[in-house]
């Protein structure tokens, strides 16, 4: 991802799109034959020497024209004719962001087969569902793989439109209206690097296309940080249901030598937050006075390589840490257990309504008998059979029916064939 950003790969695209439109030109009769041959044969540039020229000139594509023409002799005046700086930035931009997409959609794959994996792991490893951190009622840690998997998937399908919205490139001249160069230059120069021609454009290709892209970097980070706090919080002493692998030789404080920390989540989470921040940038970028100003120039320098660098780095990280991941199933089914099986009070809720018992009356039964067995750690199971109205519409055998753990577990099939279709 690194080399996509280095300043041989960027004026390669330069040149390339220099080269291509003076072919486009030759075509038509508008640059000599033998000229266009001259500069397909000669035309390069040198980065130091660009690096040279712009201390002068304060300017980094005529740095770049005054290099490649250094090279080519005086058929480099043929080059650049009737184009603009951004004709050449923004379309260049945009192969950088496409390739840096390719590498991303890689990631993403990456990722996506580990979940898939780790979902049919543990489809039906029990452990209890929360909801606002309180536990609710039993799921499987292969349903909450098998979430993550879903929400990667919708990720995937936005990289891949926020790659077509990028791949879109220009050559209208100084502000969009083709005024010393002919369209067909633009159609040809596009279609040969599989750009789609911004169909109108000022003096740049519009920066809606590129807040799109990196609020869609910025929605695959927001994921990777709620997926790294959910491991931050099963990783808790108090839960310790699934923690990160921790490496022989690994230290996790400095101070106390126990500590065994989520520094790889905790590391997510916090570079998330800057994806986020890159994303803010971008859809600052959209307001622009009239055709253009520059001051987009200067932001998408730095979060073009960042945002594609930094979760480049973030999904490679999250796939390893999501193979390596250790789960603990009986501790899951330790701290199921913890409440004394209140997790079973809608299944007792429903029978009674069953029963003919009103929604409200039934209510009022179950959750007196959990709140007791909440606060005096009776199990909720024995209050129930003690209770003389639960007795009057249950007996023990239907009840012991409704504490069947598997009762959880009867549609976790029909999720896992509606996400993942026939297991390969």
Request: proline residues 3%; charged residues 25%; negative net charge.
């Amino acid at each position: 991802m690194t080399a996509i950003w280095s300043p041989g790969n960027r004026y390669r695209k330069w040149l390339d799109i220099e080269i291509l439109a003076c072919e486009a030109m030759a075509q038509r009769g508008e640059i000599p034959m033998a000229s266009l041959k001259n500069i397909q044969e000669k035309a390069g540039f040198d980065v130091n020497r660009i690096d040279e020229i712009e201390k002068t000139t304060k300017h980094d594509v005529i740095a770049f024209l005054t290099s490649v023409t250094e090279k080519v002799g005086e058929d480099g005046r043929f080059i650049h004719m009737g184009l603009t700086s951004s004709d050449i930035l923004d379309t260049s931009l945009a192969l950088l962001l496409r390739e840096a997409a390719d590498i991303l959609i890689e990631d993403l794959d990456n990722l996506i087969a580990t979940l898939k994996k780790k979902a049919f792991d543990y489809k039906n490893t029990l452990m209890i569902g929360r909801s606002h951190g309180i536990h609710a009622e039993p799921i499987t840690f292969g349903l909450k793989m098998a979430l993550w998997y879903t929400e990667m998937e919708r990720n995937r399908a936005r990289m891949i439109r926020a790659r077509e919205t990028i791949n879109t490139g220009k050559l209208s001249g100084a502000v969009g209206t083709f005024s010393f160069i002919d369209p067909s230059i633009e159609t040809y120069v596009c279609r040969k690097l599989g750009l789609n021609p911004a169909p109108v454009s000022s003096q740049i290709v519009q920066r809606d296309r590129h807040a799109e892209y990196f609020t869609t970097l910025a929605i695959i980070a927001s994921s990777l940080d709620k997926f790294s706090q959910e491991i931050r919080l099963l990783q808790r002493t108090e839960v310790r249901e699934a923690e990160e692998y921790f490496s022989p030789g690994q230290k996790g404080s400095s101070a106390m030598p126990h500590k065994r920390n989520p520094v790889l989540s905790e590391n997510l989470s916090g570079l998330s937050r800057l994806m986020r921040s890159y994303a803010l940038s971008a859809m600052e970028d959209v307001a622009l006075w009239h055709e253009r100003d520059i001051s987009h120039s200067s932001v998408e320098r730095v979060i073009g390589p960042d945002a594609t660098i930094l979760l480049d780095f973030m999904l490679s990280r999250f796939t390893g840490l999501i193979a390596k991941l250790v789960v603990y199933p009986e501790q899951m089914i330790a701290n199921l257990q913890m409440t004394k099986g209140v997790i079973f009070s809608q299944m007792v809720l429903l029978k009674l309504i069953e029963k003919g018992i009103s929604r409200e009356g039934a209510y009022t039964i179950v959750q007196r008998n959990a709140m007791r067995s909440w606060q005096e750690g009776i199990e909720f199971r024995d209050l129930l059979l003690q209770d003389e109205e639960v007795n009057s519409h249950l007996s023990p055998n239907e009840l012991a029916a409704v504490f069947n753990i598997e009762n959880f577990l009867r549609h976790v099939d029909f999720i896992f064939d509606r996400v993942f279709g026939a297991r390969p």
